[in-house]
């Protein structure tokens, strides 16, 4: 048996039967200690369920149940990829094993939903875009590690244990807090809890005027960052202080789009987010992020078949700006850079417009660069290298963003192209594998019950192949292969006709 097993920031001691998470001892009973140590010891394979109660429970009867709620209690601790399911087979151990010396690890936070404190249900969406701002800006520092909306904002509304919250989401620091806002003036509260030992490392209270709101963030941001490393420079700090707009009510559109342009989100959601993105373009014209967001909305529309040759125009257009307006936002620059790249038209197998594979690029590494610890920055780089074709550094983007929201809503995209990155690979049953997590983590994915009907396609597996695309179509119902053939951004040719080949042969319209 090995002294360890290390995974990212999570490492396995059999010996001492413990779970460290960056470098601290997580809590985990010993059954499921016993179910880990199992699916680790087999990770190169699916393990059915009889052999893991054979393992866990050797000799003794019990429900299948039992091993359903150990799974549960592992996937809080390491993620929801970490083990995938297997239809009809058992389970799977995902997780990388790490093959280089950690870098030194960085203070861990998670920012959590602030309450509002307004009396009005309707401000609940400028409370959510204050933290969301507040939360890029701490990523942007470099300082710390910080875990992203996605995953902290699942506490929404419920009362919460900070202890808790610090072993579920693997964090050393949460921070919390209120906002109230009536007229025109605004009072928000933060405090930042030591998780492990619920000890107040700061608190403090900040009120101004709606015009300081975006002064406001930068104090509470700077407080909890010189609050973890007093030490940091005065140069890192000013990576938070870019503005996104000064018109606050472009703003205001702005963090009301946010909730419709995740995955999952059905079509009514993604054209309201698309329309509240197009007013506060209006009010301000020059917003980069808005643009941005309305490049990444245009992709949405467009992979999904209900999007137009506008949408590929706009979406182009809104990129373009974006880059030539703001250089050094890492959120504009992975947004637009992934639309450059994913976004364009073929006719006749020709590029007629977009595919701009290789501004795409600098974009993203300019964006890495800036905020390696950003969520949207490593999803955007997993996506855009699976679509030119480099499978294995996509996933590693892909499992950094998993880290960075381990319990997103939108897990199952990530899993997704985690999936699409396989089959770039040649992984198909890996591709399988993470296709069919995706669609038990939402059923209603269309991304990944299309990457399922095309892996089922690829392993030669016809009549569950045309079952997955019977699916899909009851999703997507106006689906073509003509159609998302001259859309698709993947860059080999080949590739692109093997594709549209195994999606007709499952029964979708040409």
Same mark, same amino acid.
């Given at each position: ?350 590029? %007629?417009?977009?595919? $701009? /594979? !290789?501004? @795409? +690029?600098? #974009?993203?590494?300019? =964006?890495?660069?800036?905020? *390696? &610890? ?48 396989? %089959?770039?690979?040649? $992984? /198909? !049953?890996? @591709? +399988?594998? #993470?296709?069919?997590? =995706?669609?038990?983590?939402? *059923? &209603? ?52 006709? $093997?594709?549209?080949?195994? +999606?007709? #042969? ?5």
């Amino acid at each position: 048996m090995a002294n360890s097993h290390r995974f990212d920031h999570f490492e396995v001691l059999p010996e001492q039967r413990q779970l460290l998470v960056d470098g601290q001892a997580a809590v985990l009973g010993a059954r499921a200690f016993d179910l880990l140590l199992a699916l680790i010891e087999h990770r190169d394979r699916v393990v059915g369920k009889d052999e893991l109660m054979a393992l866990v429970w050797p000799g003794a009867v019990v429900e299948e149940n039992n091993l359903t709620v150990q799974i549960s209690a592992l996937r809080k601790l390491l993620g929801a990829q970490a083990v995938a399911t297997v239809a009809g087979r058992g389970y799977r151990f995902t997780l990388t094993p790490s093959t280089t010396a950690n870098a030194p690890e960085l203070p861990t936070i998670a920012v959590l939903p602030f309450t509002n404190m307004s009396g009005d249900p309707e401000q609940e969406y400028f409370a959510d875009g204050m933290v969301d701002d507040i939360l890029t800006a701490l990523a942007r520092t470099g300082i710390v590690f910080v875990i992203a909306r996605n995953s902290s904002f699942i506490y929404k509304g419920r009362a919460v244990d900070i202890r808790q919250v610090g072993r579920e989401l693997g964090v050393r620091y949460v921070l919390e807090g209120s906002i109230r806002r009536a007229d025109n003036r605004i009072r928000v509260a933060g405090q930042l809890i030591e998780a492990e030992s619920g000890r107040h490392i700061w608190a403090d209270r900040f009120e101004g005027t709606l015009e300081d709101v975006f002064e406001l963030q930068d104090r509470i941001t700077e407080s909890v960052v010189f609050a973890v490393d007093p030490g940091v420079r005065r140069a890192e700090l000013e990576r938070i202080r870019a503005k996104p707009t000064s018109n606050l009510q472009a703003y205001d559109y702005l963090i009301q789009a946010l909730p419709g342009l995740l995955p999952g989100t059905s079509k009514a959601e993604k054209d309201g987010s698309s329309s509240l993105i197009r007013r506060a373009l209006a009010m301000d014209p020059g917003f980069s992020l808005a643009k941005a967001l309305g490049a990444f909305a245009c992709i949405q529309r467009v992979i999904d078949g209900y999007g137009v040759a506008d949408d590929v125009k706009s979406g182009l257009r809104f990129a373009e700006e974006a880059l030539a307006d703001h250089k050094d936002n890492p959120v504009t620059l992975s947004m637009a850079g992934l639309a450059l790249g994913s976004l364009g038209y073929r006719a006749l197998g020709f590029r %007629v417009l977009g595919f $701009r /594979y !290789e501004e @795409a +690029l600098r #974009a993203i590494d300019r =964006a890495l660069s800036l905020s *390696p &610890n950003l969520f949207s920055v490593r999803f955007a780089a997993g996506m855009l290298l699976s679509v030119v074709g480099e499978g294995d550094e996509a996933i590693i983007h892909f499992e950094r963003a998993m880290r960075l929201s381990p319990l997103d809503p939108g897990m199952s995209a990530l899993m997704a192209g985690t999936g699409a990155a396989h %089959v770039v690979c040649g $992984r /198909y !049953e890996d @591709a +399988l594998v #993470a296709a069919r997590h =995706a669609i038990e983590i939402d *059923p &209603n994915y269309t991304g990944a019950h299309r990457l399922l009907t095309i892996v089922l396609g690829l392993l030669g597996r016809a009549e569950e192949a045309k079952l997955a695309a019977q699916r899909m179509l009851e999703l997507l119902p106006d689906f073509t292969v003509s159609r998302y053939s001259s859309v698709l951004p993947v860059k080999d040719a080949s590739w692109r006709k $093997r594709l549209a080949t195994v +999606l007709l #042969a499952a029964g979708v319209p040409n």
